[in-house]
């Protein structure tokens, strides 16, 4: 059974920094593609950012140059390391991986950018 943990959430001022971290129960980041995904009150689940296999990376427009998604293979944890936070960064980030055609999905750490 995968098991997907997420941590490092929390309450920053805008233009801080966090990084939020994604443990897995096995080697799953190695064997397919993952990402870090968030959802908003009110909003549907969005893609933030994804990792493939060979540590090809996609954003999304809105948080292009400001995050970055990082892989520890050996530790089996994927990481989002989140710059210049904005008050629209407010969401709960889901860390997601992709196996055999199967998503799987942690339990969401919450961000929360105010001041």
């Known amino acids: 059974q995968v098991q997907l943990v997420e941590s490092g959430g929390g309450l920053v001022q805008p233009g801080g920094s966090l990084r939020l971290s994604c443990a897995a129960s096995?080697?799953?980041?190695?064997?397919?593609?993952s990402g870090w995904y968030r959802q908003a009150p009110g909003n549907q689940r969005e893609l933030v950012a994804t990792?493939?296999?060979?540590?090809?990376?996609n954003y999304a427009d809105s948080v292009k140059g400001r995050f970055t998604i990082s892989r520890d293979n050996a530790k089996n944890m994927m990481y989002l390391q989140m710059n210049s936070l904005k008050p629209e960064d407010t969401a709960v980030y889901y860390c997601?991986?992709?196996?055999?055609?199967?998503?799987?999905w942690g339990k969401g750490t919450l961000v929360t950018v105010s001041s």
């Open positions: 997601n991986a992709k196996l055999y055609d199967i998503d799987y």
């Open positions: 096995g080697s799953i980041f190695t064997m397919g593609p």
């Open positions: 990792i493939t296999r060979g540590s090809s990376t």
